[in-house]
């Protein structure tokens, strides 16, 4: 089975401040993770994934196998960052993504 | 706008009446994925296509549900039947192959 857990549901932090949002998930083969973001009254967009190893408007991500974990970390967040973040997971099938619950960032001025 | 496309963006019906959502893909994207989203929850898978064939459906919540993908191009949801329990939005998928899906705007329903 597959599962992803987002423990914060709410992270507010002052702009400049480094942003780190956790995903832990449960998987027993080679999963995919993902990053997707949402912003107010906006669809859902893929921010980032694993496999790419690469910094998306200044966030990157780290799968660590050991803990299974993918938090997404910024060093100094924006007030554009404010958006709800989801962590999600492709298994080995790869035809369905199994998200977390999701973590509300808001960036104060 | 290239993006995926649905309609309607809100629905709202009384308990016990049948809906129907549609969802248009992202043009050359051959698999097509429906997701349910509650308040305060992550998207949850319901079930994907691959061109016309249905390969996953075990997800869908109850026999209440059913979708198709005729063509293979656009789909359609179907709930019979609604429940109160229903309400939520729904979401729709494109992508192509296992790459990155793209998701549509969603549908909003509302079951009184």
């Known amino acids: 089975a597959q599962r992803v857990t987002q423990p914060e549901k709410l992270l507010s932090v002052f702009k400049g401040a480094p942003v780190e949002l956790k995903c832990n998930y449960s998987?027993?083969?080679?999963?995919?993770l993902f990053w997707y973001v949402q912003y107010s009254r906006q669809r859902l967009q893929l921010l980032l994934r694993?496999?790419s190893r690469e910094s998306i408007k200044g966030f990157t991500a780290d799968l660590n196998k050991g803990e299974t974990s993918f938090h997404l970390k910024k060093p100094f967040a924006q007030e554009e960052d404010s958006a709800m973040y989801y962590c999600?997971?492709?298994?080995?099938?790869?035809?369905?993504?199994?998200f977390g619950g999701g973590t509300r960032l808001m960036v104060k001025p | 706008d290239t993006g995926v496309s649905q309609n309607p963006r809100h629905k709202i019906t009384k308990r016990g009446q049948n809906v129907t959502f549609r969802c248009d893909p992202i043009?050359?994207?051959?698999?097509l994925y429906w997701y349910r989203q509650t308040l305060g929850q992550g998207p949850e898978f319901l079930t994907y296509?691959?061109?016309?064939?249905?390969?996953?459906k075990s997800r869908l919540l109850s026999d209440r549900f059913s979708a198709e993908r005729p063509k293979g191009s656009f789909s359609t949801l179907e709930i019979q039947r609604t429940e109160q329990g229903d309400s939520a939005m729904y979401l729709c998928?494109?992508?192509?192959?296992?790459?990155?899906?793209?998701f549509g705007p969603g549908t909003r329903l509302t079951v009184l």
């Open positions: 998928a494109s992508s192509l192959e296992v790459r990155i899906q793209f």
């Open positions: 998987y027993s083969g080679s999963p995919e």
């Open positions: 694993h496999i």
């Open positions: 999600a997971l492709s298994g080995n099938a790869g035809n369905m993504l199994t």
């Open positions: 043009s050359e994207h051959n698999r």
């Open positions: 296509f691959q061109n016309e064939a249905q390969l996953e």
